[in-house]
């Protein structure tokens, strides 16, 4: 099989020159192609077949001990000048890149299949979508990105069709964590991987195109790629409204976007539609309002954590047809994690279960499975225009200070707050966990260009005629003074949404405070919640002096990006340093009155 595209044949031409495969096949995302793929993998030993009687369609990947999470020191952004990746990238000069793991590609494909994966983020047939062509040697690479986009003849149509799209090479190489690249060159519209087959650097749909690459194609043509879910909140009178959230990874993503409403809200008539799990892509419509895809077609979901009593839709979701990364087996060949009843034999690495070597299951073992397996899988996540959002919702993981909601102002308050988040590290990438840092917009590793340019991009959508969704700020892990979450979170969540519901329909009153505004008193539903009292108090207690200290740390970290830090959010930070100065004083002013 050849393309009709003459630029996509002649970059496939070249790629098999340069790395010298045995053979190369191109990929029309059929089913049988996909048991094939399996089958062959079975044999190779890539894949480990599950137990089948309780997981039909379900399998093991084990990736190299060396490759379990994505690798942000070896993650070049290589714009011509290196200021237009800024200081939120590691920067190459594009020709010594090119160099460089130009010599890594030369004959790395030998004796291996070249696998051509043309493929859509987003609907097929939506204008908001767009198409790139994944060239690897990996068929687990091949089988995920089946699962993760529209993958196959119609998306090698669309692309035949319009004549553009993302280029990825990716090779898995040797696995040699020294010889490990995952390139982004944005102007050229590629990628280039090399060394690894973990999700985040080798399904090159995922963060490589569709955040990184798709952030500058955004801020190009007037949209925003952004790291967050999707989800549809329907109300006991039909009424849907959908709300876009951005958390770091392993903060509660998919637990929001496939969120069970507590039992009260059940009754009532609440439901919830899923639209995506990780990625939005946003464009405003001819109505001003912000319309948002989900440009993946699958869940690529962290395995710890996820149980029944946590996220009982995901379980539902990966009980078939469904491929692990680096979760533990249990005697019987059942697909194990920490938090799942039963006891593993084998940890993920293939050895003897021995709590000695740590957790049976990698902390950052995964999940690939098709969203339409969720149960609250929207048809919308299917409608070529997208959902309207109402609200634009960020998050972290923070034990103290940061309230358990607040509502921005403005839309410069907003993505001041976004700007502004922060989150304790997690296993999701490598490095110490637990460490506080500044990850604006739950982009800070994905974005394809200088963060001051990037918080100009945003803040340039607030123009007349626009119909902004309203934002607002969450911190479900804030913690009491024995160490303990003080929000039940999970399905609870839902109380807060609805908060922010009746905020945008005008319902909520709200009490207004430097930081933005809060909760009045009676406005957030409590009914059937344990909760007691003082630990709400404390979940909405804004501590001044904390704050303000808070404040100076955003108003360093945002220097950080000058000179191209818009003017408009410096001020918006002294604005509520000042708020917070003044209203430190006022209860001085009052006493002494």
Not at 188 to 196: Q, T, V
Not at 404 to 415: C, I, K, P, Q
Request: aromatic share 8%; hydrophobic share 40%.
């Amino acid at each position: 099989m050849a393309s009709k595209l003459a630029a996509l044949q002649q970059w496939v031409d070249e790629v098999a020159v340069l790395t010298r495969p045995a053979q190369i096949h191109w990929c029309d995302g059929s089913d049988a192609e996909y048991q094939a793929l399996v089958q062959q993998m079975l044999q190779t030993g890539d894949l480990i077949e599950l137990n089948q009687q309780t997981h039909p369609g379900c399998y093991l990947h084990r990736s190299h001990p060396s490759d379990v999470a994505r690798v942000e020191h070896l993650t070049f952004v290589c714009h011509p000048q290196q200021e237009d990746s800024g200081p939120n990238n590691h920067w190459m000069d594009p020709a010594a890149a090119h160099a460089k793991i130009d010599a890594l590609f030369d004959g790395c494909m030998a004796g291996r299949t070249l696998y051509v994966i043309p493929y859509c983020m987003g609907p097929i047939d939506s204008p908001l979508a767009r198409c790139g062509v994944e060239l690897t040697d990996s068929p687990y690479v091949v089988a995920n990105m089946r699962i993760m986009t529209r993958m196959g003849a119609a998306a090698q149509a669309r692309i035949e069709r319009e004549g553009r799209f993302v280029r990825g090479l990716h090779s898995i190489g040797e696995l040699d964590p020294e010889r490990r690249f995952i390139m982004h060159f944005p102007d050229e519209l590629l990628i280039k991987s090399y060394g690894s087959g973990y999700g985040g650097n080798a399904l090159l749909g995922k963060k490589c195109h569709a955040l990184r690459i798709a952030s500058h194609q955004a801020r190009a043509e007037g949209w925003l790629a952004e790291h967050m879910l999707i989800v549809g909140i329907e109300n006991p009178l039909g009424e849907t409204h959908y709300i876009a959230a951005a958390f770091p990874s392993a903060c509660g993503k998919t637990n929001l976007s496939m969120l069970i409403p507590p039992e009260g809200y059940l009754r009532d008539g609440w439901k919830v539609w899923t639209v995506g799990d990780d990625i939005c892509w946003m464009r405003p419509g001819t109505d001003g309002r912000l319309h948002a895809i989900n440009p993946e077609s699958g869940f690529f979901g962290v395995a710890p954590g996820t149980s029944d009593a946590t996220n009982h839709n995901a379980m539902r979701s990966i009980s078939h047809d469904t491929i692990f990364t680096n979760v533990a087996v249990t005697a019987d060949n059942q697909p194990w994690w920490e938090g799942l009843p039963g006891t593993p034999v084998s940890d993920w690495q293939g050895r003897a279960y021995d709590p000695a070597n740590g957790p049976a299951a990698h902390p950052n073992s995964r999940f690939t499975v098709s969203a339409r397996q969720c149960p609250t899988w929207s048809a919308q996540a299917e409608a070529p225009a997208g959902v309207p959002i109402s609200a634009i919702v960020f998050g972290g993981r923070r034990p103290a200070l940061l309230p358990l909601v607040m509502e921005a102002r403005d839309w410069a308050h907003g993505v001041l707050m976004g700007a502004a988040m922060g989150s304790e590290t997690t296993a999701a990438a490598t490095g110490a966990v637990g460490v506080l840092r500044r990850d604006s917009m739950a982009m800070k590793p994905f974005c394809g260009y200088h963060f001051g340019d990037y918080f100009a991009h945003w803040l340039a959508f607030d123009r007349p005629g626009a119909k902004l969704p309203k934002i607002f700020h969450v911190n479900w892990f804030r913690k009491g003074s024995n160490g303990q979450f003080l929000w039940p979170g999970y399905g609870d969540n839902l109380r807060v949404l609805e908060w922010m519901i009746e905020r945008i329909e005008g319902r909520a009153t709200g009490v207004d405070r430097p930081i933005g505004i809060l909760p009045a008193d009676g406005e957030l539903k409590l009914d059937g919640l344990a909760l007691e009292p003082a630990w709400l108090d404390e979940l909405l207690e804004v501590d001044h002096a904390g704050w303000q200290d808070e404040l100076a740390a955003i108003g360093d970290y945002l220097e950080t990006f000058a000179p191209r830090l818009p003017e408009r959010l410096r001020v918006e930070q002294q604005r509520i340093a000042q708020a917070l100065v003044e209203a430190a004083e006022q209860p001085r002013r009052q006493a002494s009155g």
